[in-house]
């Protein structure tokens, strides 16, 4: 099983790299993100590789660190999602950036993908709600305030405050980290009002 190439940069394809290594050419179909990144023909390169293998055919996807891989693999796991839509995915958001789309519950971000519509995004967020978050670069309360909203299981205050903080333009993703930070200077016992004022406070700086 293949999990990594060095080499150097012989051709692109409109979906793929091929990659020469010692004189072997490897065709590794690459996110559209990771293509771009790369190099100009003749220039060394290095790909985490995940090997699809079937009965009929043996594929290279490609990916600029294991992250990515990873959370190709975990992708592929959902229900519906195929490599194409994981490709698609990895194409228009770095790793963290999914991990963090999925603790957060942000449908919209997930569905820029081409191909991923409203229920195929649904999804995705609903089986690897569970795995996102020890990937996710933003905190734990942020995650827990989107969680518990999206749920619709949070207190009355700060479903309150997000519902307000996001009626006056701001996406679901910065509501819920503004009013778990005002959660953490006043109190899990806030008014509404408070949330919404603390919660402006931190969107303004």
């Not at 194409?91 to 991990?99: C, M, T, Y």
């Not at 789309?101 to 971000?109: E, P, Q, R, Y």
């Not at 305030?145 to 749920?151: A, D, F, I, L, W």
């Given at each position: 099983?293949?999990?990594?190439?060095?080499?150097?940069?012989?051709?692109?394809?409109?979906?793929?790299?091929?990659?020469?290594?010692?004189?072997?050419?490897y065709q590794?179909?690459?996110?559209?993100?990771?293509?771009?990144?790369?190099?100009?023909?003749?220039?060394?390169?290095?790909?985490?590789?995940?090997?699809?293998?079937?009965?009929?055919?043996?594929?290279?996807?490609?990916?600029?660190?294991?992250?990515?891989?990873?959370?190709?693999?975990?992708?592929?796991?959902?229900?519906?999602v195929g490599a194409k839509v994981a490709l698609a995915i990895l194409?228009?958001?770095?790793?963290?950036?999914?991990?963090n789309?999925?603790?957060?519950?942000?449908?919209?971000?997930i569905?820029?993908?081409p191909g991923v519509g409203k229920r195929v995004a649904e999804r995705i967020l609903a089986e690897l709600k569970d795995k996102a978050p020890s990937f996710a670069s933003v905190d734990a309360e942020t995650i827990a305030?989107?969680?518990?909203?999206?749920?619709d299981i949070a207190a009355r205050?700060?479903?309150e405050a997000v519902s307000a903080l996001t009626n006056l333009g701001y996406g679901q993703p910065?509501?819920?980290?503004?009013?778990?930070?005002?959660m953490q200077s006043a109190g899990e016992d806030a008014s509404t009002e408070t949330l919404i004022r603390l919660g402006l406070k931190e969107l303004a700086q």
């Open positions: 099983m293949i999990g990594k190439l060095k080499g150097t940069i012989d051709s692109y394809g409109e979906d793929y790299v091929i990659l020469d290594v010692h004189g072997v050419g590794v179909h690459c996110p559209s993100r990771i293509l771009q990144a790369l190099p100009r023909a003749g220039e060394a390169a290095v790909l985490a590789i995940e090997t699809y293998v079937r009965e009929d055919m043996i594929k290279l996807y490609g990916f600029s660190d294991d992250a990515e891989r990873e959370w190709f693999r975990l992708l592929m796991t959902v229900q519906g194409g228009i958001l770095k790793a963290s950036e999914v991990a789309a999925i603790a957060l519950g942000d449908k919209a971000t569905s820029r993908a305030v989107s969680q518990t909203v999206n749920e205050p700060v479903a910065q509501a819920s980290a503004a009013v778990a930070k005002a």
